[in-house]
């Protein structure tokens, strides 16, 4: 199997399933866990990502035994979004953080060093040399500016290694060739909130309203970069505690606005 989950909470209730994004793993979801944990059961994903974000989605489906509010942090969001369209009786609802929405949306895999990296001799030996410091350096794209780079992102980046990296950041591109995200959105009807960070130097925020998917919430919040669930874990847990909407006995609300957070 690819995927296994760190599991947290009461077992009762419907699970809020996190997924984390490329080079990453379920630390990713360490500030914004205790608290939802405390309200459902918590599946933090470790997913051995592949070069198909379809059989990431099939494994994890492999790892629900009742459907729930499915969480994406960047790859991890369109993951999310494949299990829905795969798997459509596990998914109440949806929450997207800063996924990207088109090929054209990646703005650091467009960059030069991540194209290089592609490339079967001068990425071997590129990755070869970068090591911890320069990993980290690298890094500093997927926060705002002023905020530290955790020393366990670097150690989960080095440990998936080159080739999990440049497979996983392909499939992203193949899977937005086929359908963009906004395209996937309003075929599923599912509900779905979208979260921006408001410095994400690695994804593109959305464009103007018409050409946001009609079916989707889209909060942005206005000082994270690419990930709130560690540079803002109070706002990242109550967008998602307010998707899941337990007390209703529902994933999502069903109205159709787009705000900001602070």
């Known amino acids: 199997m690819s995927a296994t989950a760190v599991i947290s909470g009461a077992a009762d209730g419907p699970p809020i399933v996190l997924i984390h994004g490329v080079g990453g793993s379920h630390r990713v979801w360490d500030r914004v866990v205790p608290g939802l944990a405390q309200e459902a059961q ?4 470790d997913l051995n990502p592949t070069n198909s974000i379809e059989r990431d989605a099939d494994a994890i489906a492999g ?3 009742a459907p729930g509010l499915i969480v994406g942090h960047s790859r991890g969001g369109l993951v999310a979004t494949a299990l829905a369209e795969r798997h459509h009786d596990l ?3 949806l929450v997207l953080i800063c996924t990207p929405w ?6 650091a895999a467009r960059g030069s060093v991540e194209q290089l990296l592609g490339a079967p001799v001068v990425g071997s030996a590129l990755w070869a040399l970068a090591g911890g410091r320069r990993t980290q350096n690298a890094l500093k794209s997927a926060f705002a ?3 530290q780079v955790p020393p366990e992102f670097v150690t989960d980046v080095r440990r998936r290694g080159r080739r999990i990296f440049v497979d996983s950041s392909h499939a992203i591109d193949r899977y937005l060739a086929e359908a963009s995200l906004v395209e996937r959105i309003d075929e599923l009807q599912v509900p779905t909130v979208l979260v921006e960070g408001g410095f994400d130097a690695r994804v593109a925020h959305l464009p103007p ?13 206005p000082a994270a970069g690419h990930t709130p669930p560690w540079e803002d874990p109070v706002a990242t847990k109550r967008i998602i505690l307010d998707a899941l909407d337990l007390e209703r006995g529902r994933a999502l609300g069903t109205q159709n606005t787009t705000g900001e957070a602070s």
């Open 209 to 221: 309203v018409s050409g946001r998917p009609a079916t989707a919430e889209v909060i942005r919040l």
């Open 145 to 147: 500016p002023g905020i």
């Open 102 to 107: 088109s090929t054209q949306s990646r703005l």
């Open 63 to 65: 790892l629900l035994k």
């Open 91 to 93: 998914v109440r609802g």
């Open 42 to 45: 918590t599946l933090a994903v």
